[in-house]
């Protein structure tokens, strides 16, 4: 039944692009919704034990000759980022519901990318997964191409080579992995012994070829620019669901085909994890435009899923799979209120000109949710970026104690450029920077309300943040007996 998610979506795709205007956010909604739904019953009635095991949901043969498959398998790993991407694709949509320009084909890229992840997250065969991977970047183009704001040529075209150059690994590596291995099958290729010398040297490349797109440090200069350049809705996918394909892939393939190059290798990957978690909060500390603070906070918080996969334990990588999650909820309602709540009202995003304006008392909701967004951004217990992070940490402690000192110095910073982002933003003193904000912005008599779309998208974030911080029992029941199957693990 879970499968569809994938054709449902296509379909509403279609049907966005060649119904009349007036149909295609309906369409856009109704689809996401039943996506949603799909993987909500799923993870309702399916049973723990049952997701332990990559288990075939749909097998059919595609290419014979070549071995290839449609091949559809689910665990509670893939449950997991299908759950997130449903409930990411709905409050996107939400958010994009008084978008009028090229409307049909806006509400069409973004079923396809939503449509092209489902596909990622579900696929057993290897090269129907590498079709999904690079079946997101075209749309994800022409969303930041067409509708996107500030350099949105520049940080399009930045976003599709980066990921151009990572697919380009990745597919030497997949050639490799064929070739040697004799299957294209997930489960199979998984439990198949490549020689430790093919390993050393075959782990690096794919795993680096699917880190580029989950941000990886030093490759991750196109994720702030494609989120600052990219429209409200791109950037919630962006960073809500599309950065996960790459820490996915990477789990689901390279570190699960090739376990004895993944120990060769993971103390660097813990390296690259600690640096891009100080590196990138310390940047955001001094980024002046908000978009760019949250891509750089993108970065810091993907870094602390590498360093979970590094842990190479159950707790780590599990803590990992469950940051995943949660940041890709947190990061959507970050970039919500900075796209839509703030610069469609103020035609800013400078936080020396927003410090003036006293937001929090033109907009009490959108003050209200960047704070709620915040405190779980930081790691405030209660909320699912604690419940993650904490494993993570409890995790890579069994194993790389000293990168758990560092990191300590990066959530530090977290939450330094977190609120600082968040006083200028709302609670800056009224007057501050006022020569700034005039003529800048509307009065303040002319802000339009927030929606009734973007507040139930954004109570449904909140919740979903909440909920998960307050019992992640109910996702780490069904991550771990996965994970826990994985043949990488110490």
């Not at 519901?97 to 092209?116: I, K, M, S």
């Not at 380009?168 to 010398?197: P, W």
Request: with cysteine.
């Amino acid at each position: 039944m879970i499968a569809w998610t994938i054709y449902l979506t296509f379909g509403g795709a279609v049907l966005a692009l060649l119904l009349p205007r007036a149909f295609a956010r309906w369409i856009a909604l109704l689809t996401t919704i039943a996506g949603l739904a799909l993987g909500a019953v799923v993870f309702v009635d399916m049973p723990i034990a049952d997701l332990a095991h990559f288990t075939t949901i749909v097998r059919v043969p595609w290419v014979p000759a070549l071995g290839m498959n449609y091949h559809l398998a689910l665990d509670g790993i893939s449950l997991t980022m299908v759950l997130v991407t449903g409930i990411s694709a709905v409050s996107t949509v939400l958010f994009s519901w008084d978008v009028e320009h090229r409307q049909n084909e806006f509400f069409f890229w973004l079923l396809l990318v939503v449509a092209g992840c489902y596909g990622v997250f579900l696929s057993a065969d290897l090269f129907l997964l590498f079709v999904f991977y690079e079946l997101v970047i075209v749309p994800k183009y022409f969303l930041i191409a067409i509708f996107g704001s500030t350099n949105k040529e520049y940080g399009a075209m930045k976003l599709t080579l980066y990921s151009f150059f990572g697919g380009m690994f990745v597919f030497v590596g997949i050639l490799v992995a064929y070739v040697t291995g004799g299957s294209l099958d997930l489960n199979q290729l998984s439990q198949f012994e490549f020689s430790t010398q093919l390993q050393s040297w075959a782990f690096p490349l794919l795993f680096l070829g699917f880190a580029v797109l989950a941000g990886i440090w030093p490759l991750h200069t196109w994720a702030p620019t494609g989120h600052a350049a990219a429209p409200t809705a791109g950037s919630m996918l962006l960073a809500g669901i599309v950065m996960k394909l790459g820490s996915y892939a990477g789990l689901r393939v390279a570190m699960n085909f090739f376990p004895q190059g993944f120990q060769m290798w993971g103390k660097w990957i813990a390296v690259l994890a600690v640096i891009g978690i100080v590196y990138a909060a310390a940047v955001a500390l001094r980024q002046r435009d908000l978009k760019f603070v949250i891509g750089y906070s993108s970065v810091s918080h993907m870094g602390f899923v590498l360093l979970g996969f590094a842990a190479a334990n159950a707790l780590g990588v599990s803590g990992a799979v469950l940051q995943m999650f949660s940041h890709g909820v947190i990061a959507a309602l970050l970039f919500a209120v900075a796209g839509r709540m703030i610069y469609r009202r103020t035609h800013t995003r400078q936080l020396d000109a927003l410090s003036g304006m006293n937001l929090s008392q033109t907009m009490p909701f959108a003050a209200f949710t960047f704070v709620v967004a915040a405190a779980a951004s930081m790691g405030i217990p209660g909320f699912s970026g604690f419940a993650a992070e904490i494993t993570i940490l409890i995790g890579a402690w069994k194993t790389y104690p000293i990168a758990v000192w560092i990191v300590g110095v990066g959530i530090v910073l977290v939450a330094a450029f977190t609120l600082r982002a968040l006083k200028l933003s709302f609670f800056g003193e009224k007057g501050v920077q006022a020569e700034i904000a005039t003529g800048t912005t509307l009065g303040r008599e002319e802000f339009k309300p927030i929606t009734i779309p973007e507040k139930i998208g954004a109570c449904m974030l909140m919740l979903t943040t909440l909920a998960v911080g307050v019992y992640p029992k109910m996702l780490l029941d069904r991550i771990m007996p996965a994970v826990e199957t994985m043949r990488f693990l110490k």
